[in-house]
């Protein structure tokens, strides 16, 4: 058996912070997802989830030296915890901070640790960070073979594939999965039927072990929010099904939305798949859970 | 040169002082309710600040099934958290339908082990 692949969630939220009562369960922190193996320290996203982390790889008995950092964009919810990411104080770390677009990743980091902003600017971080372009041939990250490729979302955003001993695990947020559509006249008509995706996506996700996929709305706010990019749930449901995926964690939770239609969202996500006859599990990404595959 | 952080590493607990074993004084108990499996229904308190779920004499909730590890899974109360971490079972810790290496838990999650579940309640009444 090769070496496991710890998975954990350390921000679920979409958009913005929701700490309180109502969020308790799958939590208040914004996207960002941990993945580690004996060997290597990944990172997607850096949402206010990204604190903790920091915190919590300071008590670890051999704190990583070398982390990488995968951003699926740069909007507030996917950066805000970076300022406050200890390991990038601290001298005797690296960061890598790999860029899949627009060529400005660290640019814009700089720029929401700019003095109107926060207190310490980002060139007198202690951390080496150096960026690594990235395109969408697989790269090598330590023990890693990752992909990425891009979604639909404005201002453009990108999910990565991580694979590692035969697993497979794929960050794909903030992903607009309605407007990529191939059978969209035919779901319209009917939305009980297989919305399909384009072959690439599905080749993307396919035979995931886990796949981690933005599924903010249920099917009755989704046509208020057509153009915000962002997926409902149950079209997540249909794409992780193509994929033929094992497990599909629902991640980046509408602010608006409490545990308990969190749950609702992954009740009916679930009696989608069950009625497309399939053997995916469909879940809820919370936080402090975590996954060992 | 690099700067300090601007911020506290340090968690702070508040009430430190009354906090016994992570929980405050007079606080209700979590507590595991057994719903099924061998021995269900009944109860255990998480009076501990660990507490080891398996079939082995060195758990300290013992459950007499084939299906559990010795020390199967350990549950943790860091002040008003508590989390659960599957001590390499063999057959696999499972949080409300999903196989769990660790998790932390809120009223009403439902905790299977083999052929042992259980609903897990903050503060019983
Ligand atoms: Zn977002
Ligand atoms: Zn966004």
């Not at chain 1, 921000?11 to 109502?22: A, F, L, M, V, W």
């Not at chain 1, 929401?112 to 926060?118: G, H, I, T």
């Not at chain 1, 202690?126 to 023990?143: N, P, S």
């Not at chain 1, 009917?190 to 709305?217: M, N, W």
């Amino acid at each position: 058996m090769s070496a496991p692949i710890f998975v954990r969630f350390w921000g679920t939220r979409g958009s913005i912070p929701t700490p309180g009562h109502k969020t308790r369960r799958y939590g208040g922190n914004t996207s960002c997802v941990e993945i580690h193996s004996a060997e290597s320290e990944l990172v997607c996203d850096g949402g206010t989830g990204l604190r903790e982390l920091g915190l919590e790889l300071l008590q670890r008995k051999q704190p990583p030296r070398s982390m990488h950092l995968f951003f699926s964009h740069m909007h507030w919810d996917h950066i805000q915890g970076f300022p406050f990411f200890v390991p990038a104080y601290a001298p005797e770390n690296e960061l890598t901070v790999y860029d899949p677009g627009s060529g400005r990743v660290e640019e814009l980091l700089q720029g929401q640790m700019r003095s109107d902003y926060f207190p310490v600017n980002f060139n007198d971080l202690g951390a080496k960070i150096r960026t690594r372009h990235f395109d969408a041939q697989a790269t090598r990250v330590d023990d890693f073979e990752v992909r990425c490729f891009e979604q639909a979302h404005p201002g453009r955003s990108f999910g990565y594939a991580f694979e590692l001993g035969g697993k497979k695990i794929v960050y794909a947020t903030d992903s607009e999965l309605d407007r990529l559509l191939v059978n969209r006249d035919e779901t319209e008509r009917d939305p009980e039927k297989l919305r399909r995706l384009p072959s690439e996506l599905v080749a993307f996700v396919a035979g995931a072990d886990l796949l981690i996929a933005d599924g903010q709305y249920t099917d009755a706010e989704y046509p208020k929010k057509v153009g915000w990019g962002h997926a409902r749930a149950s079209t997540v449901a249909d794409l992780a099904h193509q994929g033929g995926v094992k497990q599909c964690a629902l991640f980046h939770h509408d602010p608006l939305h409490s545990d308990e239609l969190v749950d609702q969202k992954i009740a009916a996500a679930r009696a989608r798949l069950a009625a497309h006859g399939s053997s995916t599990l469909v879940f809820g990404a919370r936080e402090g859970l975590e996954l060992k595959f | 040169m690099s700067k300090s952080e601007p911020f506290d590493l340090e968690p702070t607990v508040a009430g430190d002082v009354s906090v016994v074993g992570g929980l405050a004084l007079g606080e209700k108990l979590p507590t595991l309710e057994q719903v099924r499996g061998p021995g269900a229904p009944r109860r255990f308190p998480l009076a501990a600040v660990e507490t080891v779920v398996g079939r082995g004499q060195q758990a300290h909730v013992t459950i007499e099934s084939a299906l559990l590890s010795r020390r199967h899974v350990l549950f943790r109360r860091h002040g008003p958290e508590l989390s659960l971490v599957d001590l390499d079972s063999a057959n696999g810790v499972f949080l409300n339908g999903v196989k769990a290496h660790a998790a932390l838990l809120h009223e009403g999650d439902t905790i299977q082990v083999g052929d042992v579940v259980f609903v897990l309640h903050e503060a019983p009444a």
